[in-house]
């Protein structure tokens, strides 16, 4: 399980690292810091696939959940949800070391 959580963990810091280079690409061609959020950038990825997660998220768990806490992170610049998102799978999917060392029986 915890390898599940791993490649996870890579695929939002590479979604991370991708979103961070397009925000960084269109601040250096328009002169001003663009942080694009994630509400954007997934609407620009896919329009269909946001309709139906709001929909789906009202009618199964609740309209509140919607407008109390996915909003604000639809909110948050795309590339520090995708970091926050690595860094959780990531402590998910940690192993932490022996004890004795590597070669103790």
């Known amino acids: 399980m915890r390898i599940v959580f ?3 963990s890579l695929v939002a810091l590479t979604a991370a ?3 961070g280079t397009l925000d960084a690409i269109q601040s250096v ?3 001003s810091v663009v942080l694009t959020s994630l509400g954007n950038h997934w609407l620009n990825f896919d329009v269909e696939s946001l309709a ?3 929909e789906a998220t009202r009618h199964y768990i609740s309209e509140d959940i919607w407008r109390a806490v996915v909003t ?3 909110g948050q610049p795309a590339f520090a949800v995708f970091l926050v998102l690595a860094l959780i799978f990531w402590m998910i999917g ?3 070391p022996r004890f004795a060392g590597r070669f103790s029986a």
């Open 72 to 74: 604000p992170v639809l």
């Open 17 to 19: 690292i991708l979103t």
């Open 94 to 96: 940690y192993r932490r």
């Open 52 to 54: 139906l997660a709001e």
């Open 6 to 8: 791993r490649i996870l």
């Open 29 to 31: 061609s328009s002169s």
